[in-house]
């Protein structure tokens, strides 16, 4: 057998499989279990299931870490923030997953925790702002602003500083980036977008190389019960085995598109961080040429949500908690793995109307 370290490309069709032996399956049996038979590892339905397992396996595998599923993306990042002890102070992007942003403000409004809500951008204010911290919670690129985080420095000074390190890797996936590797303690995804990526299921994970982290997430998972689904699973690692091909089609379509766009005469901006998926655009029109747009394609659908093989779009701003500092006009794009000139006759046909 080869010695090699396989590449992620193969970890992600090849982890989280059953053993290699006669009349085994490929592929991790769909196991619907409230209860196992007594004294055995798994106990019961809600401490753990062989097809998470498989799905957590692989994630690992990709992430370079140990790996917790949840419900779902907002109920992995509750799971972290309660960590914080009472009164402790997280530091986050202030253009944070807009979820995100509404946890930290309700946790503050109940006096549990104070949120430093930070341009992530600005590296030096983070690294301020990481004084006394807890926890330092970063999203790179973020949704929909697509701002970078230098994630080695910032890592460094909060631990420094004695706060753990969070990164939500929702957007740019373990393909593009791995922040385990930059000094990050844990990742969050929301595995609802390019983990499953067809728009078919809602799901959450973490992943740590802390042992002693794991070993308390896990109690927390086992005690509030926000489990992963056992089908959602299964259908996020079926989703997975297909992670790079999706990625790289995605990606090499939005690098395309973004180049358009950035020519375009009713685009005032394109945000396009060189990888990955999303590009967000602001139309020089403002929020009537972005609603204008959403409603006139036929191709791109008008939907929120992203990271599947389809083209949706959406103006952000239409959702009343999305932070006033996302430019009215943003229209985030979620780009498919569709044919790119059948993408831009869309795209195009509607920027024609504004
Ligand atoms: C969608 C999203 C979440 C929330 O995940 P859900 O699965 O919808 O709960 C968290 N972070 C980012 C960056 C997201 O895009």
């Known amino acids: 057998m080869s010695d090699r370290t396989w590449s992620p490309a193969t970890t992600a069709v090849t982890a989280g499989r059953p053993e290699h032996r006669p009349d085994a399956p490929l592929n991790a049996p769909i196991t619907m279990a409230s209860t196992y038979v007594a004294t055995g590892d798994l106990?019961?339905?809600?401490?753990?299931?062989?097809t998470w397992a498989a799905f957590e396996e692989a994630l690992g595998a990709l992430e370079g870490g140990r790996c917790l599923a949840f419900a779902s993306g907002l109920a992995t990042v509750s799971t972290v923030?309660?960590?914080?002890?009472?009164?402790?102070?997280v530091v986050a992007p202030r253009h944070a997953y807009n979820g995100t942003i509404m946890q930290l403000a309700d946790l503050e409004a109940r006096g549990r925790l104070t949120a430093r809500l930070v341009d992530?951008?600005?590296?030096?204010?983070?690294?301020?702002?990481?004084?006394d911290a807890a926890l330092v919670w970063l999203e790179s690129p973020t949704n929909p602003a697509l701002e970078i985080a230098e994630i080695e420095t910032i890592a460094?000074?909060?631990?420094?500083?004695?706060?753990?390190?969070?990164?939500?890797?929702?957007?740019?996936?373990?393909?593009?980036?791995?922040?385990?590797?930059?000094?990050?303690?844990?990742?969050?995804?929301?595995?609802?977008?390019?983990?499953?990526?067809?728009?078919?299921?809602?799901?959450?994970?973490?992943?740590t190389t802390d042992d002693q982290l794991y070993d308390v997430l896990k109690a927390r998972r086992d005690l509030v019960g926000a489990?992963?689904?056992?089908?959602?699973?299964?259908?996020?690692?079926?989703?997975?085995?297909?992670?790079h091909l999706r990625v790289d089609r995605s990606e090499s379509n939005a690098t395309e598109l973004a180049r358009r766009l950035g020519d375009h005469p009713a685009v005032a901006e394109v945000r396009y961080p060189g990888f990955g998926g999303i590009v967000s655009v602001v139309l020089a029109g403002g929020a009537d040429a972005a609603d204008l747009?959403?409603?006139?394609?036929?191709?791109?659908v008008h939907a929120?949500?992203?990271?599947g093989v389809e083209s949706t779009l959406e103006r952000r701003r239409r959702w009343k908690t999305e932070p006033?500092?996302?430019?009215?006009?943003?229209?985030?794009?979620?780009?498919?793995?569709?044919?790119?000139?059948?993408?831009?006759?869309?795209?195009?046909?509607?920027?024609?109307l504004i």
């Open 81 to 89: 923030l309660d960590l914080v002890g009472q009164g402790a102070a």
């Open 304 to 307: 929120t949500s992203l990271g």
């Open 227 to 243: 489990i992963p689904g056992t089908l959602e699973s299964w259908l996020a690692l079926r989703g997975l085995r297909t992670l």
């Open 324 to 352: 006033t500092t996302i430019p009215d006009g943003l229209v985030r794009l979620s780009v498919g793995i569709e044919d790119v000139e059948d993408l831009w006759a869309d795209l195009a046909s509607a920027l024609e």
């Open 120 to 131: 992530i951008t600005d590296t030096d204010a983070v690294v301020k702002a990481c004084d």
């Open 156 to 207: 460094a000074a909060a631990h420094d500083a004695g706060a753990y390190v969070v990164v939500d890797n929702t957007f740019a996936t373990p393909l593009r980036q791995r922040p385990l590797t930059m000094g990050a303690d844990l990742v969050v995804h929301s595995a609802t977008k390019y983990l499953s990526g067809h728009a078919d299921v809602v799901l959450g994970a973490l992943v």
């Open 293 to 300: 747009v959403t409603r006139s394609t036929s191709l791109w």
């Open 43 to 50: 106990e019961y339905g809600r401490y753990g299931n062989p």
